[in-house]
């Protein structure tokens, strides 16, 4: 079973409006951590956007927030007043805390963002 | 230079040659990770080194050789790859490894061609 799903391979968006991008997991881990990478074309993976598993708020970074509801194991990234920039690869991650010390990082497949004009 | 560097950026070899990647990270961090991103296919993680120790060796074949001299710098050391191993190599970095918190911050990566 996939341990990290991202349901939308490819997503539209009109400039200045908000887009969420979606993501599932799935751990029996109590303790873990949860991502959101962004890769434009040059291929560098550039970390937005971090969720414990403990954190009762929805974290948020600037025009970046992540919807967690963690009884429905969902990590959602909304994306308000989108830009062109913001066109890329998004890729939703977990950290497990049972993986002890190789802080392995499991990837879903990502999810094309395209921003209109 | 700051961050996580890599180089070099794109990288073109023979099933012969021997090679290697560099990544130095300037942010003074403990551990660092290799990762190979294949098209359509999630990163696997490929290597994963602590205080220059390795860690963690995901079922890697042995024409991959990683390298931690010190805790700034990672190689991936490459010979007799196969044309299956065209990808794109990431390193990246974070503060320590044994925490959920861990952030790992990533370099630009090596497109690797082998033909």
């Known amino acids: 079973a996939q341990k990290i799903t991202q349901t939308q391979p490819g997503m539209f968006v009109q400039e200045k409006e908000a887009v969420t991008l979606d993501c599932t997991y799935d751990?029996?881990?109590?303790?873990?951590?949860l991502f959101w990478y962004k890769q434009p074309s040059s291929g560098e993976m550039i970390f937005l956007i971090y969720?414990?598993?403990?954190?009762?708020q929805n974290a948020t970074e600037g025009r970046y927030s992540l919807n967690f509801q963690k009884a429905r194991k969902s990590a959602n990234l909304v994306i308000s007043a989108s830009q062109l920039g913001d066109s890329a690869m998004y890729f939703c991650?977990?950290?497990?805390?049972?993986?002890?010390?190789?802080?392995?990082?499991?990837f879903g497949q990502g999810t094309t963002l395209q921003v209109k004009p | 230079e700051t961050g996580v560097t890599q180089t070099p950026r794109h990288l073109v070899m023979g099933m012969t040659n021997k090679k290697s990647l560099k990544c130095e990270q300037h942010?003074?961090?403990?551990?660092m990770y290799w990762y190979k991103q294949s098209a359509k296919k999630p990163l696997e993680l490929m290597f994963v080194?602590?205080?220059?120790?390795?860690?963690e060796n995901n079922s890697v074949p042995s024409r991959f050789s990683p390298e931690c001299p010190n805790s700034s710098h990672l190689f991936l050391h490459l010979h007799t790859l196969q044309p299956e191993d065209s990808a794109l190599y990431l390193c990246?970095?974070?503060?320590?490894?044994?925490?959920?918190?861990?952030?790992?911050?990533f370099g630009p990566g090596t497109r690797l061609t082998v033909l």
């Open positions: 990246a970095s974070s503060q320590d490894n044994y925490r959920p918190t861990d952030t790992q911050y």
């Open positions: 751990t029996s881990d109590q303790s873990y951590g």
């Open positions: 969720q414990g598993s403990y954190d009762e």
């Open positions: 991650a977990m950290r497990e805390g049972l993986s002890g010390n190789t802080g392995k990082l499991i």
């Open positions: 942010l003074g961090h403990n551990a």
């Open positions: 080194y602590s205080l220059e120790e390795r860690v």
